[in-house]
Nanobody, 114 residues
C-alpha cells in the first residue's frame, strides 16, 4: 500500500525544537525527491523543504538555518528537524513525493506558543 504517515508534531514553546517523521510505504524515498509542506488555517499549502534523490536539501527562505530535511533510506523515512521554532511556524505539516503521485497523509500538527 502506498502511504505516508507523518508524526512528531506537538506543542512547543517559541525557540524550541521538534523532529517530524514521515514514514513511507509502498515506494522508496531513496529514488524520490521528497518534500515537507505546511498549511496554516486560511492559507494555501506551501513548500517548506525538499531533498533530492541525491540527498541535497533545499529550503524556503523563512526556514533556512533553522530546519533540516533528511532521509533514512534503511527506514524509508524522511525527517524534518525544526529548531528555533516561531509562532508563525504553526501549521499542519505534510510530506510527499515530488517524483511520483502519492496520496496526502493526515499531516501532523505543530503549534508554537509565544
Amino acid at each position: 500500500q502506498v502511504r505516508l504517515v507523518e508524526s512528531g508534531g506537538g506543542l512547543v514553546q517559541a525557540g524550541g525544537s521538534l523532529r517530524l517523521s514521515c514514514a513511507a510505504s509502498g515506494f522508496s524515498v531513496r529514488i524520490n525527491a521528497m518534500a515537507w509542506y505546511r498549511q496554516a488555517p486560511g492559507k494555501q499549502r506551501e513548500l517548506v523543504a525538499r531533498v533530492s534523490q541525491f540527498g541535497v536539501g533545499d529550503y524556503a527562505d523563512y526556514v533556512k538555518g533553522r530546519f533540516t530535511i533528511a532521509r533514512d533510506n534503511a527506514k524509508n523515512t524522511v525527517y524534518l528537524q525544526m529548531n528555533s521554532l516561531r509562532p508563525e511556524d504553526t501549521a499542519v505539516y505534510y510530506c510527499n513525493s515530488q517524483t511520483n503521485y502519492v496520496s496526502w497523509g493526515q499531516g501532523t500538527q505543530v503549534t508554537v506558543s509565544s
